[in-house]
């Protein structure tokens, strides 16, 4: 026989169903006398779930067309729910005697103290969807929510605790049907107090909030409430107590209402003006800017579980009108949640729309304004904040912004063909950052002392905080894909502020991975084969300190040790000429101790080749005889 794809549910002790598993059904004829069984073969990996053994007697009851219910020999309730439409369960299953369940219509009789533990019993008793739905039309049609609530305060004021339990019981019982109408009457005005009462929560419902502005529009003022009283019934009143599919049907109903009033407030003009209007005006309260940036966090918060072009179109709607502008309060706002609501927002926005902060930030850079500019906030922000988990969303933003998050792998030796080719495709941000904002992020390391790093001798310690190594970290994981993607402005930016005999001060800290950290960059800046970049390291003598460090690892077995060689061997196979002439004539009496390896035997062959041959123009500065002084870092 055929197998259907079903889902099996087992009734729960207080009459929920829970999922039991996914899989394929098959009908199995007994032989030699057995009873045929039911058997349920996992949809993942073909093996057999449930077998049920189909009984003549047993009554199997026939739900939704697709639905089959029935009880074990012990009493337990069992589901089968198939995917395929009516007409296809008999044929699979044919010897199975369906019963229609009965549709009489279910009355409860008028609630009283004498009768409530029988409404309890019928209320509490129903499993079947097909009833549960009589049931709800019939609450509904009788208005019997509002019978119950004058109960309610006779009850507690004869503190009678017996008969609030079973009040609460009914109603809980109500709500569980999974009915949306009565889940929007029972979040309605004037009802959901007495029914917050009766499910012994304190009721924070009906509250009115405070507006920092006024929506005229009562129908959507209306769905506001709602959908908080539904969320908090929720995750408060009704927490541990909601089967999947009563869970389900409120997050439809939030979602529902959520993108009305997304909808309603993105289009409404008025309103938003005067919103952001709070923000934007120079004597507006403090306090009133603070709770505007929060209404307007908010509002986008509801997009979340939305779809990316929903989200999408909230931001450009409200970008305008001036929505980067709140970061310039939450992100600098005291408060923690208002930092990290602020953040998480800026974030999502980078994230999914990167050219419209880009627009903005560039746009923003050509107006004189006195007003922080968006990205010089993030990287204040990012410089100063002590949170390492800020920290590190930060430099995320950074790096998309910069258009570094797609190309952080370090495999690829890129040449300065490649790199100029990647500068005519950016947008035209990069101009603006180099010209505006890069030295801003590269302060951290360019304000660290120099000291002379020599090949011997005593060398003063450079002492870094915890906080301080990690955004020194950040920043030279950003300088790696800027030195490769950046072209000329990256070189310019390293050259004009002396960057890099900053980076070789690294050497001095007394951190093996801040080590690893100057020496990647470096080692970045090598393996990009560029003549001027050659040409800077050997005027500043940036590999003296690279040397140093080489000579301090003791040819140990370690990450420095294997980094320093790599670093060398690159130089003496697939360098210039003019850097392995550089680093044999100035340290090569040095490295010839070290005879672990065969790389520096191979670079002194190279460099005697150099000299058996005509020099190269690019040499010519650095004859063997004659080279010149230089910078000692």
């Not at 590190?392 to 690829?412: N, P």
Request: charge should be negative; glycine fraction near 4%.
């Amino acid at each position: 026989m055929a197998s259907l794809r079903v889902k099996v549910y087992k009734l729960r002790i207080d009459n929920s169903w829970i999922d039991q598993g996914t899989g394929y059904c098959t009908y199995v004829v007994g032989s030699e006398g057995e009873s045929d069984e039911l058997m349920v073969r996992s949809d993942n990996d073909s093996i057999v779930l449930f077998t049920f053994k189909v009984q003549e007697k047993r009554k199997y009851q026939r739900q939704q067309g697709t639905l089959i219910v029935w009880s074990d020999e012990g009493g337990q309730d069992y589901a089968l729910s198939f995917q395929e439409p009516e007409g296809y369960i008999e044929n699979t299953i044919p010897h199975v005697d369906y019963q229609q369940e009965s549709t009489e219509d279910i009355v409860l009789p008028a609630p009283e103290m004498s009768n409530l533990s029988d409404i309890a019993t019928i209320v509490t008793g129903i499993t079947s969807v097909q009833k549960k739905d009589c049931l709800a039309s019939y609450i509904m049609n009788e208005n019997y929510i509002d019978k119950l609530l004058p109960l309610f305060e006779s009850f507690e004021d004869l503190s009678s605790t017996d008969d609030l339990h079973l009040l609460y019981t009914i109603m809980k019982a109500i709500i569980l049907l999974n009915s949306t109408a009565i889940i929007e009457f029972i979040v309605s005005d004037g009802v959901v107090d007495g029914v917050m009462g009766i499910l012994e929560c304190k009721c924070i419902c009906s509250e009115r909030h405070h507006q920092i502005v006024t929506i005229k529009d009562e129908a959507i003022m209306t769905k506001i409430y709602q959908t908080f009283r539904i969320q908090y019934l929720k995750d408060v009143v009704l927490k541990g107590a909601l089967n999947e599919f009563i869970a389900a049907s409120l997050r439809s109903m939030i979602s529902d209402n959520h993108v009305a009033i997304i909808s309603h407030v993105q289009n409404d003009d008025e309103l938003l003006t005067e919103l952001f209007g709070i923000i934007q005006y120079e004597e507006s309260d403090k306090e009133k800017k603070r709770e505007a940036v929060h209404y307007i966090q908010q509002l986008c918060s509801l997009t979340i579980p939305t779809q990316k072009a929903y989200r999408e179109s909230l931001y450009r709607s409200l970008a305008p009108y001036g929505l980067f502008d709140i970061f310039n309060i939450s992100l600098n706002d005291k408060d923690v949640k208002m930092r990290a609501a602020g953040l998480s927002l800026l974030d999502s926005i980078i994230e999914l729309d990167t050219c419209l902060v880009r627009s903005y930030i560039i746009q923003q850079t050509r107006q004189d304004t006195n007003t922080k500019h968006l990205f010089q906030v993030i990287l204040e922000q990012f410089i100063s904040d002590r949170d390492q988990d800020y920290k590190c969303q930060y430099a995320t933003m950074i790096k998309t912004l910069l258009g570094l998050s797609d190309h952080m792998s370090s495999g690829v030796s890129l040449t300065s063909d490649s790199l100029s080719r990647q500068d005519q495709d950016s947008d035209g941000f990069l101009p603006v950052f180099y010209e505006r904002y890069a030295l801003l992020l590269l302060q951290p390391l360019l304000i660290l002392p120099t000291e002379t790093v020599d090949l011997s001798g005593p060398m003063k310690p450079l002492i870094l905080s915890q906080s301080r190594t990690d955004l020194i970290l950040y920043i030279s994981d950003l300088l790696l894909p800027m030195v490769r993607l950046h072209g000329f402005r990256s070189k310019h930016l390293l050259f004009s502020s002396n960057c890099l005999s900053k980076v070789v001060q690294l050497y001095r800290c007394n951190r093996a991975i801040i080590k690893a950290a100057g020496l990647r960059v470096i080692k970045t800046c090598v393996e990009l084969v560029d003549e001027t970049y050659n040409r800077h390291i050997i005027d500043k003598n940036l590999l003296q300190s690279t040397t140093r460090l080489l000579l301090e690892t003791h040819g140990s077995d370690n990450l420095l040790n294997s980094s320093c060689l790599s670093l060398l061997e690159f130089i003496t196979n697939q360098s210039s000429k003019v850097l392995a002439h550089y680093v044999q004539s100035e340290f090569g009496s040095v490295l010839s101790t070290l005879t672990y390896i065969d790389t520096f035997k191979n670079l002194r062959r190279k460099y005697e080749e150099t000299l058996g041959t005509s020099p190269l123009n690019d040499t010519e500065e650095f004859p063997p005889s004659q080279t010149k002084k230089k910078q000692r870092c």
